[in-house]
């Protein structure tokens, strides 16, 4: 119980991090590319870790749906800039999603087994809240281009799937 | 047409399905944007449900206890009802998809 209210802290607290940054100005449709592409990139790496440690098939098998699906709105999200000649734009919230991601993964590469499937899970459910959020309240919102703003209507129906997902995944973890 | 053809006779050989009724009817299931429809559907024993995935992602229609089927993106799976009752149907990837199937005699 302290543990769920300690996490949903942690994600209010995230969100209200990158919603904050962004008050003043909204992010343009290069920046918003940008921004997705890094949620998924980020997402990759955490399953190729979770892949490369963990014992658990459950864990193995949800690190590899996330590659899988990741890589493929990923996929099309590069077919579409492409197609749009949108150049993605590297910003500040790009760059702090990455910065945490890189620190996480740090953290969760020192622990192992059960401790390391719970970390990693955990992580997973609580990084999908805060992407689906920033999709939600600003992303979404924020997006000119209306290929753009579906495929990120499409991604958010995905990623709160996968969110359901790690739940269902945590909680055959206790 | 081809791969239609490929997809629906790798389903036969996976689900090893015994007699077909004459009568049997095929419902089509489309998948699109992360949702079956039509997501309520009713059918008898017997009859075959044509899952169509029209989405960028894999998904599968998973029953607890039964059935569990994968259907790439772009593919289609078609699977037999054996049994009567009502089942909640969803995707295994993604459980914020569902549906419901009443199988009559
Ligand atoms: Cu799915």
Redesign the interface.
Known sequence: MFSRTMTALAVLSLLGSISLAHAADKPTDPQIAHIAYTAGIIDIEAAKQAIAKSKNKDVVAFARDMMRDHEAVNTQALALVKKLKVTPEDNDTSRSLVKAATAERAKQDKFDGTAFDKAYVTNEVTYHKQVNGALETLLIPSAKNAELKSLLETGLKIFQGHEQHAEHVAAGLK | MASQLKAWISIVLILGMGSIPARAETIRVTIE??VFTPAVITAKVGDRIEWINK????HTTTVKGGWDVVIS?GKAATLQLEQAGPVDFY???????KGRVTVTR
């Open positions: 944007k992360m989405d960028i992602v894999d993106s995707c295994r990837f993604h459980p914020n998809m």
